[in-house]
Structure formats: structure tokens, C-alpha cells
């Protein structure tokens, strides 16, 4: 089975920051891969799909060719969540983002 994606993806790894609509519940992650519309990381915490989070990605200046660093908030949807030798992988749509000069 083809699969159909609506952007570029970008193999990137890059540390992120994941709040989950439970009150106080941030998990430590990393990327796997970027793209304009979604994001795919491995994180150590479940993430049913359907559920709402809200990420931070710092994106290095020297990726971006910027003066400075530029961190990335987002809110997503989790759309696929599994487990791949014994490292969870999430798949989330970003449904917002704005950015942040550091």
C-alpha cells in the first residue's frame, strides 16, 4: 500500500518538549522526522491517538541559517501512535504554531 503525504518530510532530530492535555504532564522527546504539516517523535509516555497536545520545538539557528535560535510551540492532534523495538513513536498533525526568537 502507497502511502500519500502532503509535504516534504525532513529526517531531523531534534529535542522536544510534549504537554499533554492531563494537568502538569510533560514528556522529554525527540524528533524523528518534520515536515510543514506534522511531526514524528519517540517519547517514553502513551499518546492515544485523537489526543490533544500542545510542543515545542527548538530549531537550531545553523539548520535554519537565522542569527539566532528559534523555538517553535505547537498544537496537535495525535493521528498515530505505536510501538517499534521497544521505542514508542507518535505521529501528530500540527493544527497551530507560532514562533519565538531565543
Known amino acids: 500500500m ?3 503525504r502532503s509535504s516534504v ?6 529535542p522536544i518538549a510534549v504537554r499533554t492535555d492531563m494537568v502538569g504532564s510533560e514528556h522529554a522527546a525527540e524528533t524523528r522526522d518534520i515536515s510543514a504539516g506534522g511531526v514524528l ?9 485523537g489526543s490533544i497536545i500542545n510542543f515545542s520545538i527548538a530549531m537550531p539557528a545553523s ?4 542569527p539566532t535560535d528559534v523555538l517553535v ?13 521497544g521505542r514508542k513513536s507518535v505521529a501528530a498533525v500540527i493544527d497551530e504554531y507560532h514562533f519565538e526568537r531565543s
Open 41 to 49: 517523535f519517540n517519547v517514553e509516555a502513551d499518546m492515544p491517538v
Open 73 to 85: 510551540n505547537c498544537v496537535g492532534r495525535v493521528i498515530r501512535s505505536s510501538e517499534e523495538q
Open 2 to 4: 502507497e502511502e500519500l
Open 63 to 66: 539548520v535554519l541559517g537565522t
Open 9 to 14: 518530510r525532513f529526517p531531523i532530530k531534534l
